[in-house]
């Protein structure tokens, strides 16, 4: 089994994540509230072709196309294992890369691309400098609030016992 995959798979996997991801989530507020409520035609045919999509992506060899579930808990248990799949897919395609601080799809062994979908944008290290003057900054926004909560405290103290006279 090679390690790597294409440009085009990595694209479509994790597009097919996130949709997979998105009507999970669906499926599962439905299926929590409404358990025994029927799936609509037009949410079946939208599984069965991710639940088609997914098998691309399955080491193991189905018998069958995928038949969605007809109730909610069920297609929800179908989409996580779809999910699943797809998740065992990508641990074994992607690796750490150190360099990029970011897991990455082997493409060949001298080409690779971060995980689009995982991808966080890093903020740029604070210097020390910059981080005393930010604390120092802070501390003054802290104690100026604290003070105006003491003020705000102090005179409602004073206006309740105005109030008992």
């Known amino acids: 089994m090679r390690d790597w995959v294409t440009p085009e798979q990595a694209e479509r996997h994790e597009a097919l994540v996130t949709r997979l991801l998105r009507l999970l989530r669906q499926v599962e507020s439905v299926?929590?509230?409404r358990p025994d409520e029927p799936v609509s035609a037009a949410l079946e045919t939208i599984a069965a072709d991710l639940l088609f999509e997914a098998t691309q992506f399955c080491a193991?060899?189905?018998r069958a196309l995928p038949v969605p579930?007809?109730?909610y808990p069920?297609?929800?248990a179908q989409l996580g294992q779809a999910l699943a799949d797809?998740?065992?897919f990508e641990a074994r395609h992607t690796v750490w890369d150190a360099a990029q601080k970011a897991f990455v799809w082997r493409f060949t062994l001298s080409r690779a691309r971060p995980?689009?979908?995982l991808r966080q944008a890093v903020a740029p290290p604070v210097s020390p400098k910059d981080s005393r003057a930010l604390h120092e900054r802070l501390q003054k926004l802290l104690d100026a609030r604290a003070a105006e909560q003491f003020d705000k405290g102090f005179?409602?103290?004073r206006a309740?016992?105005?109030g008992e006279e």
């Open 155 to 157: 005179a409602a103290g």
């Open 60 to 62: 193991r060899k189905l």
């Open 69 to 71: 579930a007809p109730d």
């Open 74 to 76: 069920g297609l929800a």
């Open 86 to 88: 797809l998740e065992t």
């Open 160 to 162: 309740a016992r105005a």
């Open 31 to 33: 299926a929590a509230r």
């Open 115 to 117: 995980i689009a979908r």
